[in-house]
T-cell receptor, first 113, second 112 residues
Framework: QQQVKQSPQSLIVQKGGISIINCAYE??????FPWYQQFPGKGPALLIA?????SEKKEGRFTISFNKSAKQFSLHIMDSQPGDSATYFC????????????FGQGTELSVKP | SQTIHQWPATLVQPVGSPLSLECTVE??????LYWYRQAAGRGLQLLFY??????ISSEVPQNLSASRPQDRQFILSSKKLLLSDSGFYLC???????????FGPGTRLTVT
């Protein structure tokens, strides 16, 4: 019930295309859902996050869509660029866990020029 | 602004040797601190978290231990390394009552 399931494991997108990564969770007590971007050999960087009281959040080319009833959320990268090639992780947290994050297994995105 | 440091950046250690990885945070006080391990370039596994000095919780039983001797310092240790301890070790922090968690640059540990 503590798991966050992420798909696909890897994704290849052409430059200018839309990259979509999906995550699903079981525990309805989760109330914070961030996405992290990680380049090889670097620590993950917080990209964008959403709370369950909104269905969508957009920051530049990155959008989180959140479906509370389906217990799913997704990251959309519009106009994908080669510089977006990285591993993306979704995560979830709940207030009574002291800020601990439960991570998905990651998606390796490759954007081809 | 806040900065998180980890050292060393890379480490190669023989099986059975001790380990000490250090993490420090600058520009904030009383942060929550976390140690994660990432194997094979994928999923992050939470190892330890700390809400204050000498207040450390372990998430999984393992060959590792953690200590927090100062407010902004978090140390990951082992008395005897195993091959399975190889991986990318990440330290992270967040403010109390805040969800936003920030990661350090990581330490690549190879046990030979």
């Amino acid at each position: 019930q503590q798991q966050v399931k992420q798909s696909p494991q890897s994704l290849i997108v052409q430059k200018g295309g839309i990259s979509i990564i999906n995550c699903a969770y079981e525990n309805t007590a989760f109330d914070y859902f961030p996405w992290y971007q990680q380049f090889p050999g670097k620590g993950p960087a917080l990209l964008i996050a959403i709370r369950p009281d909104v269905s969508e959040k957009k920051e530049g080319r990155f959008t989180i869509s959140f479906n509370k009833s389906a217990k799913q959320f997704s990251l959309h990268i519009m106009d994908s660029q080669p510089g977006d090639s990285a591993t993306y992780f979704c995560a979830a947290s709940m207030d009574n866990q002291g800020g601990k994050l439960i991570f998905g297994q990651g998606t390796e995105l490759s954007v081809k020029p | 602004s806040q900065t998180i440091h980890q050292w060393p950046a890379t480490l190669v250690q023989p099986v059975g040797s001790p380990l000490s990885l250090e993490c420090t945070v600058e520009g904030t006080s009383n942060p929550n601190l976390y140690w994660y391990r990432q194997a094979a370039g994928r999923g992050l596994q939470l190892l330890f978290y700390s809400i204050g000095i000498d207040q450390i919780s372990s998430e999984v039983p393992q060959n590792l231990s953690a200590s927090r001797p100062q407010d902004r310092q978090f140390i990951l240790s082992s008395k005897k390394l195993l091959l399975s301890d190889s991986g990318f070790y990440l330290c992270a922090w967040n403010r109390d009552f805040s969800y936003e968690q920030y990661f350090g640059p990581g330490t690549r540990l190879t046990v030979t």
